[in-house]
């Protein structure tokens, strides 16, 4: 009797949930018509047709309704339907629109665009306010295409994942949904409840589609991508944009629609081009039609990216509000080509005039318990956009997929080919996986790049490594193995550890073994540049030292906001000596010592062998984080517009060696912020004190990442500094450093004729060091960033002077960012 129950609850549940309104929509010509915005008569319930023209319309009960279809550059139509049944079935066809252009347009006299955009800025605060407090359901689609996807590029297989791509290398290789219901208050308040979420193949993932993000209000100065675009409703629009009257008509509300063409002014500025709608009177935004060039917002790999929005109003409260909202965009490079579709659907909106307080918290994105456990019915159901037949065949095949590789068939003959060990492996690398893909195990092999230091020689490197994932206790365990060779030493170094990871109550670390190490432990000059620097120079910049330890930490938040860490550790350190004179080119002068403080010494040490106790405590405070609870995990959102602060205080204790205990305190603070359509502005300051610390070890200094290689390797020299040698300013006692570098990110060089087609970022700095032991030290740079060909821009060229009590010295740095590719 209980299963014939729920057998009826169930179907009826069933007939309730299909309860749509669905049909094709084609132009008088009989072509379908993509990305109709379908929406009941005032109200905020609608949908949007998909590529194809279908259409699905859920309704709750059935009766008398008025259906409105929209689409730009069609004629609104008005729609009354009678439902008796479901689902029910209507057919829809749109006529073009007809623009009446008014006499003023082809007069001597100002286009009447320029009058129309006055009152839409003018009133652009009170629309944006008047739908700026809401609740709604929120719908995300997302799919990514690739095209002509070789098997490898630079000698290297192109990972893909089986069976995703055809034979051209062309495919999805993502498609996603989410529903939600969001909650939102202008500018930027947000909470959102993942109800439902769905990755094409993979049964048990969550979609990244969600609301935060989207908001993309025109009525704002600026609309944020990469940079600050420019919106046609900014208050200095008429700087940037040209108008142009294209006519107008009126939508079936009897609205006045004007129809403006915006115009760049100058080609490469962060604008956007294409058509803006405005209704009459209200001077609201009716519907967003414009393209963003990829080379404006300084991403040469984006061709184009097509954002459109429509509106819908509501005659009971007098309200435009956003119901649909979709990107479609193509990039390319190296012959590939990447094009992809977002798509977001807003529904049954409910407009508040105030939230309560609590309403709103740090935490912006949460999931329902079986988010991503919702079946093709639930589905079918709720989705109010139809797949395509492309995303239906990419569901179909991927999940068909997904089922024969849960089979333990597919999974016992795929694992044995995919961890059978070949002799060549020894070499190249070796990798093992379990049936349920919780278990992995690597070799790294042997072909790495080998490195060149006067210690070592020439060294090579690899690795072991091992992981257990336990996603139901959703806690991870790992270690690794690391191992060194030095040729010119003859010397093998092995150090390993584990770490475990228990979500809530934090990270466990284990480490110890034997390494090789730069006296400034934030290694401020990498092993590659070093090799080069060394071999073709004959400038050995890097200093070692050889390092025994055994350190424990943990690692933890202890509230949303606050993350500390402890660690304890072993040290044992011994100096070392160069081994080698190795060169491969310039050979007119001798290596420096392995000393920094005795560069012209070859068998001086910088200290005396020792061990050493130390213990740590460290944290990182952001004010005003924000943060993502996924089932998975919590994801710090750190796009929050205060500085983050980090601390630390640092024991040493219990040395052989008399004097090399000390205490020590630092403090950092970082910020970062995008102003307006000028540019980033980045800025890290610095200060400590040792205490206790008159003759203490020259590792355990407070040193400052210097440059003498003239090469730069990062994406901002907020870090760093640009001509100061490694060691010369290394202090025992208190200082403060400073850090700040502004990207103009195209400002000021797209409005001068012939460099804007450059495309280059003008970027200037200024960093300095103050200690008691030395005249402040000052660096100004002003450099290019984003110099390259097409889409590889991955050079930066600054010219820095150097004052230290008068001017020191100046010189280039070179900017290769692809170095960090082989790092």
């Known amino acids: 009797m209980a299963n014939k129950f729920l057998t009826l609850i169930l179907c009826i549940i069933s007939v309730t949930a299909y309860s749509q309104v669905r049909g094709k929509v084609t132009s008088s010509d009989g072509q379908t018509i993509p990305f109709v915005s379908v929406t009941v008569e005032n109200t905020y319930t609608g949908t949007t047709a998909n590529d194809q023209g279908d259409y699905e319309l859920i309704l709750k009960k059935t009766g008398k309704y008025t259906l409105l279809f929209r689409s730009i550059g069609y004629k609104t139509k008005r729609v009354p339907v009678t439902v008796e049944t479901f689902p029910y079935t209507l057919d829809v066809t749109l006529e073009d629109e007809t623009y009446e252009l008014k006499e003023l347009v082809i007069s001597n006299e100002e286009d009447p665009a320029y009058a129309i955009m006055r009152q839409a800025i003018a009133h652009k605060k009170e629309n944006s306010e008047k739908a700026g407090k809401f609740e709604a359901d929120f719908y995300s689609k997302g799919i990514f295409r690739v095209k002509n996807v070789p098997e490898k590029i630079m000698g290297m297989k192109v990972e893909t994942g089986e069976d995703v791509l055809d034979s051209t290398g062309s495919g999805i290789i993502y498609l996603s949904e989410t529903v939600s219901h ?186 329902d318990d079986n988010a991503n456990k919702k079946d093709s019915t639930y ?126 109550s934090g990270t466990f670390y284990v480490k110890g073994g034997n390494s090789i190490e730069q006296f400034n432990a934030a290694e401020p000059i990498s092993p590659l540049i070093n090799s080069l620097s060394t071999l073709f120079f004959k400038d050995n910049y890097m200093k070692l030292y050889d390092l025994g330890f055994a350190r424990i930490s943990h690692n933890r938040w202890i509230f949303n906001g606050l993350n500390m860490s402890g660690t304890v550790e072993y040290l044992r350190r011994r100096p070392l000596f160069n081994n080698t004179d190795y060169v491969l080119i310039k050979n007119d002068h001798d290596y420096t010592s392995n000393n920094p403080l005795e560069p012209d010494n070859p068998v001086s040490a910088p200290f005396q062998k020792h061990e050493l106790m130390r213990a740590t405590i460290a944290g990182n405070i952001r004010f005003g984080q924000k943060y993502i609870s996924r089932p998975d995990g919590k994801i710090p959102v750190t796009d929050v517009n205060y500085p983050g602060i980090a601390f630390m205080y640092q024991k040493a204790f219990s040395s052989t060696v008399s004097g090399y205990d000390y205490d020590f305190i630092a403090i950092r603070t970082t910020y970062n912020e995008t102003i307006g359509n000028k540019g980033d502005f980045g800025m890290n300051l610095k200060a400590g004190k040792f205490f206790n610390a008159e003759n203490i070890s020259f590792i355990d200094y407070k040193h400052f990442n210097g440059n003498q290689t003239h090469v730069g390797t990062e994406e901002t020299y907020l870090n760093r500094f640009n001509l100061l040698p490694y060691y010369s300013h290394s202090t025992n006692d208190q200082y403060f450093e400073a850090h700040f570098e502004h990207n103009f990110k195209g400002f000021i060089m797209n409005k001068i004729p012939l460099l804007d087609a450059l495309q280059w970022n003008l970027v200037i700095g200024y960093h300095n060091i103050a200690t008691p032991d030395y005249k402040p030290y000052h660096e100004f740079t002003a450099g290019f960033d984003n110099i390259g060909i097409g889409a590889f821009r991955l050079l930066r060229i600054d010219y820095v002077r150097a004052y230290q009590g008068g001017f020191q010295t100046d010189g280039i740095v070179f900017g290769l960012k692809f170095l960090n590719i082989f790092e």
């Not at 600050?228 to 629009?237: E, G, H, V």
């Not at 060149?452 to 806690?475: E, P």
Request: proline share 3%.
């Open 379 to 504: 589905w079918d159901s709720i989705r109010p956009v139809p797949l395509s037949v492309e995303e239906l065949g990419d569901y179909k095949k991927k999940d068909s997929i997904l089922e024969i590789r849960k089979s333990p068939q597919y999974k016992d003959s795929i694992l044995r080919e995919l961890n059978r060990f070949h002799i060549y492996d020894v070499v190249m690398g070796y990798s093992y996986r379990n049936a349920p893909r919780t278990t992995f195990f690597n070799y790294d092999g042997v072909m790495q790049i080998p490195k060149f230091n006067t210690v070592q020689g020439w060294n090579l490197d690899t690795k072991l490594s091992f992981s257990h994932n336990n996603k139901k206790k959703m806690r991870h365990f790992s270690m690794f193995s690391n191992f060194n060779y030095g040729f010119a030493e003859d010397r093998l170094r092995v150090n390993g550890g584990a770490t475990l990871n228990l979500g809530k």
């Open 182 to 367: 969001i909650t939102f208050e202008q500018p930027d308040k947000l909470k959102e409840r993942i109800v439902a979420s769905k990755i094409s193949g993979n049964d048990s993932g969550f979609s990244y589609n969600t609301a935060e993000g989207t908001f993309y209000n025109f009525y704002n100065n600026y609309i944020e991508f990469d940079i600050n675009m420019i919106s046609p409703l900014a208050n200095n629009a008429f700087g940037y944009y040209r108008f142009k009257f294209e006519g107008s008509f009126f939508d079936d509300t009897n609205h006045e629609i004007n129809k403006i063409k915006v115009i760049p002014r100058r080609d490469k500025e962060p604008v956007f081009e294409g058509y803006i709608y405005i209704v009459n009177d209200s001077w609201a935004l009716y519907a967003i039609d414009l393209d963003i060039k990829g080379y404006r917002i300084r991403q040469p790999i984006l061709g184009n990216l097509n954002l459109q929005q429509n509106f819908s109003y509501n005659s009971q409260n007098g309200l435009w509000a956003k119901n649909s909202q979709s990107f479609d965009f193509n990039a390319g490079m190296l012959g590939i080509g990447f094009s992809g579709k977002v798509t977001h659907v807003y529904n049954n909106y409910v407009f508040h005039k105030e939230f309560d307080k609590k309403t709103f918290s740090k935490e912006i994105v949460s999931f």
